[in-house]
C-alpha cells in the first residue's frame, strides 16, 4: 500500500518522546489513564475519554480525523460501570469512526464512518468496511472481513493481512512528516503556477467567445 507524503505543520502536532505524533487539535480528555505505546498518530478533532476508564493504544496506531474513542461499559442498578479498552499495535482507525470496543486485536483495519459498539471484540488482522455499524457485544473473529448496518461477515481477510497492515501503518507514520521552509517554498510555488494557469484559461475563454 503506497502512502503519500503528508507534510504537517510543526505548530499543529507534539511529537512525544515516544515518537507519538499528535494533533493539537485532539481532545485527550483524562490524559493520565490514556497509554500510547509509541509511534502512534492521532489526528485532528480525535476524542479519546480516557476520563471513564483507562485507554491503551500499541504501536503504529493511525487514529483518522473526528473519531472519537470511548470505554465500553456495562449497567448495574446502582449506575454503569467503565471497562479498560485496549488496542493492539498496528491498528488504523479511519475517520469519523465512533469505537466503544473493549479490545480491538492487532493489523485490524477499520473504514471510515463505522461504528463499533459497546462491548465489541475485534480479534486480529480483522477488516470492517466503511460506514459498518457493529452491533454492542459481537465478536469479530479474526481473518475475517464485515460490513454493512448491522454488519456482517462477508468475505475472509487475506492471509497476508497482518504483514499488509504492518506496512500501511509504519509507511503512513514515515510519511506524515514536519513541513521544512523548503517544502513550503516548493508548495508555495507550485499554488501559483496553477493560479497562473487558472488565469489563463479564464482569458482564453473570454477571448474564445
Known amino acids: 500500500m503506497e502512502v503519500q507524503t503528508f507534510e504537517y505543520d510543526p505548530k499543529d502536532v507534539v511529537e512525544t518522546a515516544q515518537g507519538n505524533k499528535i494533533h493539537k487539535q485532539c481532545c485527550a480528555h483524562g490524559s493520565q489513564n490514556i497509554m500510547l505505546s509509541g509511534s502512534s498518530i492521532l489526528l485532528k478533532d480525535v476524542i479519546v475519554r480516557g476520563d471513564m476508564a483507562q485507554v491503551r493504544m500499541g504501536k503504529f496506531c493511525v487514529v483518522g480525523e473526528r473519531t472519537v474513542i470511548r470505554p465500553s461499559y456495562k449497567e448495574f442498578q446502582k449506575g454503569a460501570t467503565y471497562f479498560h479498552s485496549n488496542v493492539g499495535d498496528h491498528v488504523m482507525i479511519e475517520e469519523d469512526c465512533v469505537i ?30 466503511p460506514r459498518s455499524v457493529i452491533p454492542p457485544n459481537q465478536i469479530i473473529p479474526p481473518f475475517t472481513v464485515f460490513g454493512g448496518n448491522p454488519a456482517k461477515q462477508i468475505d475472509d481477510a487475506p492471509e497476508t493481512t497482518q504483514i499488509l497492515m504492518t506496512q500501511a501503518t509504519t509507511d503512513y507514520y514515515q510519511q506524515y512528516v514536519a513541513e521544512t521552509p523548503e517544502s513550503r517554498k516548493k508548495y508555495d510555488e507550485e499554488l501559483r503556477q496553477e493560479i497562473e494557469q487558472l488565469k489563463q484559461l479564464q482569458e482564453e475563454m473570454l477571448l474564445s467567445k
Open 100 to 129: 466503544e470496543a473493549v479490545q480491538i486485536g492487532s493489523y485490524v483495519h477499520i473504514g471510515a464512518g463505522s461504528v463499533i459498539g459497546n462491548g465489541v471484540i475485534v480479534k486480529d488482522c480483522s477488516i470492517i468496511l
